[in-house]
Nanobody
């Protein structure tokens, strides 16, 4: 089992920044791709970004490209999502997810999930 705990959510004004962290524990972090997903009220969970085990490959949803950056520190078993130029439409609960193998934007392929952290962007 892999346990994931997100932190760093909060309330921010439009145009501001937030940094979300995901700490992994349990099994070794080795070989796990990590993803961030979000779910706004009344909407389905959507892909935000993902990173490969090595950190060499990343993927972003079009809606966040150029504004969000994902990174990881395998020595510390952490993944970070840096969110800049936030917009009200970024308001959602953000979830960290892990899967053994290649990165994917398909949330169904991630068996491990954190509890989520809420991000609210005011206009």
């Amino acid at each position: 089992q892999v346990q994931l705990v997100e932190s760093g959510g909060g309330l921010v004004q439009a145009g501001g920044s937030l940094r979300l962290s995901c700490a992994a524990s349990g099994r070794t972090f080795n070989g796990y791709a990590m993803g961030w997903f979000r779910q706004a009220p009344g909407k389905e969970r959507e892909f935000v970004t993902a990173i490969s085990w090595s950190g060499g490959n990343t993927a972003y949803a079009d809606s966040v490209k150029g504004r969000f950056t994902i990174s990881r520190d395998n020595a510390k078993n952490t993944v970070v999502l840096q969110m800049n130029s936030l917009k009200p439409e970024d308001t959602a609960v953000y979830y960290c997810a892990a899967r053994l193998g290649f990165l994917t934007s398909d949330h169904v392929r991630y068996p491990y999930w954190g509890q989520g952290t809420r991000v609210t962007v005011s206009s």
